[in-house]
Nanobody, 128 residues
């Protein structure tokens, strides 16, 4: 059974930073994608950043260089560093994993439709 557990969210002032973590367990595939998504109240869930097992990254169109996705494969942990947080970053942030992905895939998609497994989310609230 796949489990994804996020942590690291919180309430911060604009300009601050947060590092979100997601610990994955139960993933039996040899190769797959992982990513971070976010959903603000009344809005669709959008892709923030994704990463292949080999470490190739892909960022959503709304991300403007303040987000960095990374992973520690030995610890089965995914990270999202968010710098210079802005009020518009306020959302619930979700970790997600795909099913098996071919190892020659250069980048993982940022579309939520490509991901099967989801964490429970961690709330990020940014005040101005």
């Amino acid at each position: 059974q796949v489990q994804l557990v996020e942590s690291g969210g919180g309430s911060v002032q604009a300009g601050g930073s947060l590092r979100l973590s997601c610990v994955a367990s139960g993933i039996a595939y040899s190769n797959y994608c992982m990513g971070w998504f976010r959903q603000a109240p009344g809005k669709e869930r959008e892709g923030v950043a994704t990463i292949t097992r080999a470490g190739r990254t892909n960022y959503g169109a709304s991300v403007k260089g303040r987000f960095t996705i990374s992973q520690d494969n030995a610890k089965n942990t995914l990270y999202l560093q968010i710098d210079n947080l802005q009020p518009e970053d306020t959302a619930t942030y979700y970790c997600a994993a795909s099913r098996w992905t071919a190892p020659w895939v250069w980048q993982c998609a940022t579309s939520r439709d490509e991901y099967t497994y989801w964490g429970q989310g961690t709330q990020v609230t940014v005040s101005s």
